[in-house]
Nanobody
């Protein structure tokens, strides 16, 4: 019963902030790297951010670097994505991912519009 469940998406205006959460269960969360991906209609799914197993290193797509922050709480089995200064180009479905397990969450939708 490995599972990832995202939450926190919704409607935001340009310049707003949102924080996404991904609750993990059914595996050793503290032993795996976590990733956030997003997908907009007509576009390929893209990697947004990655955080290593113990939270000490993070990587970001150029399009979000300086605006988004990925973090994790291994005592709660949760990974977060703090999104600041949102733009319409940030709109899409955001997915939590464990690459080594081939495990995806069902996604949470972010819509940025005026």
């Amino acid at each position: 019963q490995r599972r990832l469940v995202e939450s926190g998406g919704g409607l935001a205006h340009p310049g707003d902030s949102l924080t996404l959460s991904c609750q993990a269960s059914g595996f050793n969360f503290g032993a795996v790297h976590m990733r956030w991906h997003r997908q907009s209609p007509g576009k390929a799914r893209e990697l947004v951010a990655m955080i290593v197993y113990d939270g000490t290193q993070q990587e970001y797509a150029d399009s979000v670097k300086g605006r988004f922050t990925i973090s994790r709480d291994n005592t709660k089995n949760v990974v977060y994505l703090q999104m600041n200064d949102l733009t319409p180009e940030d709109s899409g479905v955001y997915y939590c991912h464990v690459q080594t397990l081939g495990l995806w969450g069902g996604g949470t939708t972010v819509s940025v519009a005026s």
